[in-house]
Structures are given as structure tokens and as C-alpha cells.
T-cell receptor
Framework: DADVTQTPRNRITKTGKRIMLECSQT?????MYWYRQDPGLGLRLIYYSFDVKDINKGEISDGYSVSRQAQAKFSLSLESAIPNQTALYFC??????????????FGPGTRLTVL | EDKVVQSPLSLVVHEGDTVTLNCSYE??????LLWYKQEKKAPTFLFMLTSSGIEKKSGRLSSILDKKELFSILNITATQTGDSAVYLCAPGYGGATNKLIFGTGTLLAVQP
């Protein structure tokens, strides 16, 4: 079974619609992250959370919001989707007890297309 | 501004060749540097480097970090078609915040 899962895996929606992408993990990690990946731009951090009560903006948070419903669940919402939010979205986790280790584990990704 | 530059952007080689992928970085409160391999799915972890000059090895892959000159290289010897992927460099920064900043990657294509 996958340690980090994302739903849906693919989604096509229209401009102005509200969309929620969900991430669940069974790794027991405290830290969770949302990234988007665009061709030529690499992976960029949208939001990250260190525990259920901690939410932080990344470098490209405008147009997005998140919810950390439990240690194992971290959702990303697009309140009103626009075409330039078409991208591949990844959720990732890391372990706070790993000290200097920055290793992050990625989910399989959600391909979102906004028409 | 924190940044990561990987080179080359893309590379085409034949099976058996040796390749060297480069990563230079400038980040605040550097902690470590990670390499990931991304095929047509999620990035998978290869190496984490924290100290200069200590080479990490895993089979045909090896990597080294130079914290003074702010770069890292990833070497792949005796390449195979299964090595075809995008290789991502990601310095960890920000002290306890445990964040990664990703380069745009090097696309490696290994031809039979």
C-alpha cells in the first residue's frame, strides 16, 4: 500500500469552480507539504504544515488554501480555479524527528486541468 | 533570493556512457542537499548530502557536495535505459523549517 496517497489522480474542471485535492499518509509524519510542478519551473512550494495547528504559506500560496484535518490528512483547495493553475500537484511528508534530515516523501500526484 | 540552478537542462547518451549532472545553489541557512529521480510519476529519493567532500554511493550512482563552492554533482556510470528520468536537486534550507527548494531538473535520456 502506498504511504502517501492523493485523490483525485486526475481532474478536469472549469474556470471559477472550487476544487479540493486531498492527501493522506500512513507514515506517521508530522510535516506535510503541497507543491505544484510546471514544465520548466520545477517544483514550487504552495503551503506546508508542521502539525494540525500549524499552517504556513510557501512561495506561491495566492489563489490556494489548505486544511490540516488530522495528522494524516492535508487538503489543498482552489477557491475559484483559473487556467494558470493547470499543473501537476504533489503532496509530500517528512519526519520532524529526523533532525537534520530534510528528506520528503512524495505522493503520486494529481494532474489538474482548468479549462 | 534562494535559488538552485541545474545543468545541463537535458542530456542524451547511449547505454554504457557515464554522465555528470550539476547543481549549484544559494540558500539561506543551508542544511543539506537532496537528489531525487523523477520518472513519469512522483520524485523518489536518491541521496542526502550534508558534509563537503564525502561521496555518497548507491550502485552506479554517486554524489558529492562542495559547501564552500555551493555545488553538488551526481554521477551515473554505465548508464542503462532505466536511468532515463528527470533528476532533481533540492537544497534543504531555513533551519528548523525543513523546507526544500527544487531545481528545474536535468532530463536524462539513455538510448539503447
Amino acid at each position: 500500500d502506498a504511504d502517501v496517497t492523493q485523490t483525485p489522480r486526475n481532474r478536469i474542471t472549469k474556470t471559477g469552480k472550487r476544487i479540493m485535492l486531498e492527501c493522506s499518509q500512513t507514515k506517521g509524519h508530522d510535516r506535510m507539504y503541497w507543491y505544484r510542478q510546471d514544465p520548466g519551473l520545477g517544483l514550487r512550494l504552495i503551503y506546508y504544515s508542521f502539525d494540525v495547528k500549524d499552517i504556513n504559506k510557501g512561495e506561491i500560496s495566492d489563489g490556494y488554501s489548505v486544511s490540516r484535518q488530522a495528522q494524516a490528512k492535508f487538503s489543498l483547495s482552489l477557491e475559484s480555479a483559473i487556467p494558470n493553475q493547470t499543473a501537476l500537484y504533489f503532496c509530500a511528508t517528512s519526519d520532524v524527528t529526523s533532525g537534520i534530515r530534510n528528506e520528503q516523501f512524495f505522493g503520486p500526484g494529481t494532474r489538474l486541468t482548468v479549462l | 533570493e534562494d535559488k538552485v540552478v541545474q545543468s545541463p537542462l537535458s542530456l542524451v547518451v547511449h547505454e554504457g556512457d557515464t554522465v555528470t549532472l550539476n547543481c549549484s545553489y544559494e540558500v539561506t541557512n543551508f542544511r543539506s542537499l537532496l537528489w531525487y529521480k523523477q520518472e513519469k510519476k512522483a520524485p523518489t529519493f536518491l541521496f542526502m548530502l550534508t558534509s563537503s567532500g564525502i561521496e555518497k554511493k548507491s550502485g552506479r550512482l554517486s554524489s558529492i557536495l562542495d559547501k564552500k563552492e555551493l555545488f553538488s554533482i551526481l554521477n551515473i556510470t554505465a548508464t542503462q535505459t532505466g536511468d532515463s528520468a528527470v533528476y532533481l536537486c533540492a537544497p534543504g534550507y531555513g533551519g528548523a523549517t525543513n523546507k526544500l527548494i527544487f531545481g528545474t531538473g536535468t532530463l536524462l535520456a539513455v538510448q539503447p
